[in-house]
């Protein structure tokens, strides 16, 4: 059974504080590996995929890179609008097209 | 920028009704699917559908549940005879190709909450 764990749970972070979020997975044959992020009341909002360890994607403030059993998001100099969950989510290759999400990272940046 | 919508936002029932959610996917999008979240747990996998029929199902998407795309836009699920524990924020999500599916690159609604009394 293909298994997603982040941590932490929550991380409240001042701006400007850089940090890093952990994404552990256990899956039969990785075919992908995604970052999405989530505001209060909202649907998912996609921000990476990343295929094989060694990889890295960026977008903005944040970097999201992959190894053989885990991923970090890693925020640099986030700003308030940074807060929300951010979930990862794995897809194997004998799942078709169905994701198995974390449970998310709740993060709070105070200004 | 196109989006994917959701109707109703929220939709409070009786134990024991059925209850249909709606999802209007993005135009040029082929592959569609339901996901749901319970309060504090995580978002879930349902049901994917491509060329009208079913393409994957998880464990959760038993015989209460139905999909159908009835016209060229809408994107339904319906759940007959509702349980407690069917509470949840129900999110459509869509993606442009075969391909597209397959890299995650899901574009969400912003969810159906369903409250079952």
């Known amino acids: 059974e293909d298994q997603v764990t982040q941590s932490p749970e929550a991380l409240r972070l001042q701006e400007g504080e850089s940090s890093s979020l952990n994404c552990s997975y256990t899956?039969?044959?990785?075919?992908?590996l995604f970052w999405y992020r989530q505001d209060p009341g909202k649907g998912p909002e996609f921000l990476f995929t990343l295929y094989s360890a060694g990889e890295e994607k960026e977008k903005e403030r944040l970097k999201a890179t992959l190894t053989k059993k885990e991923s970090f998001l890693h925020i640099t100099a986030p700003k308030p609008e940074d807060s929300a969950t951010y979930l990862c989510a794995v897809q194997a290759q004998t799942s078709g097209s169905r994701l198995t999400f974390g449970e998310g990272t709740q993060l709070t940046v105070n200004p | 920028e196109p989006e994917v919508t959701q109707t109703p936002s929220h939709q409070v029932t009786q134990m024991g009704q059925e209850v249909i959610l709606r999802c209007v996917p993005i135009?040029?999008?082929?592959?569609f699917y339901w996901y749901r979240q319970i309060l504090g747990q995580k978002v879930e996998f349902l049901v994917s559908?491509?060329?009208?029929?079913?393409?994957?199902k998880s464990e959760i998407f038993d015989d209460q549940f139905s999909v159908e795309r009835p016209d060229g836009s809408n994107f339904t699920l319906k759940i007959r005879s509702t349980k407690l524990e069917d509470s949840a924020m129900y999110f459509c999500?869509?993606?442009?190709?075969?391909?597209?599916?397959?890299?995650?690159?899901?574009?969400f609604g912003e969810g159906s909450r369903l409250t079952v009394l």
């Open positions: 135009s040029n999008h082929l592959y």
């Open positions: 999500a869509s993606s442009e190709t075969v391909f597209g599916a397959n890299t995650g690159e899901l574009f």
């Open positions: 899956v039969s044959g990785l075919r992908g």
């Open positions: 559908f491509y060329n009208n029929e079913i393409s994957e």
